[in-house]
Structures are given as C-alpha cells and as structure tokens.
C-alpha cells in the first residue's frame, strides 16, 4: 500500500491556519477557510476531534467522583496532541495522531 503524502497549496497562509486548528475553537477557522487546501483541511479535522476531547472533558466535570481526574486526563492529553500537532505543522508534515486521525477520517 503506498503512503500517501499531504500537499499544501500556501505558504504562511496554509501553515497559519493549520496552526490555529491546534488552538481549540478555533478549529472551526480552517476547517471552513482551507478546505481547498489538503495539507489545512488534514490538521483542521484532527483539530476538531482535539477540541471535542477537551469538550468531553468539559463536561466530565458533572461525574461525582471520577469527573476532577477525567477532567485533568483529557486536559492533559488536549495539551500534549495539540502541541504535538503544532510541532507538526512547523516541520510542515502531516502527522497522524493516533486514534485522533483514526476518528477524523469520520468527518
């Protein structure tokens, strides 16, 4: 099976955007600005997927008990993925996060 490599179609404007998918909300950006682009529209879904961990985690919150360490695990994993994510875009690769990529896929 040959690998399949994402291309970018910009320069400072592509990498921008795909940058601000790692920044939470503001995943919405790219995925509606640079769906032309593949290199932006690859980063924009895993952001999103990124940002809907933080939400559930948000929202763990409610759990008596279990929902301060819930909390504090998918902080902890939107913090890591979404640097892992930015240091990906300034190397300019496409990295696929493991299991983020997998649900991405879905979108």
């Known amino acids: 099976m040959a690998k399949k490599t994402v291309r970018s179609k910009g320069g400072f404007r592509a990498r921008m955007l795909a940058i601000m998918s790692y920044l939470g909300i ?8 640079g769906r032309d682009d593949e290199f932006v529209y690859f980063h924009a879904r895993q952001g999103l997927i990124i940002w809907m961990l933080g939400v559930v985690g948000i929202f763990s919150l409610y759990i008596p008990g279990l929902g301060k360490w819930m909390f504090t695990t998918s902080l902890f994993f939107v ?3 979404s640097i892992i994510g930015v240091i990906s875009v300034f190397l300019h690769r496409a990295w696929k996060l493991p299991m983020i990529h997998t649900l991405s896929t879905y979108i």
């Open 26 to 33: 503001l995943c919405f950006v790219p995925l509606m600005r």
């Open 79 to 81: 913090l890591v993925l």
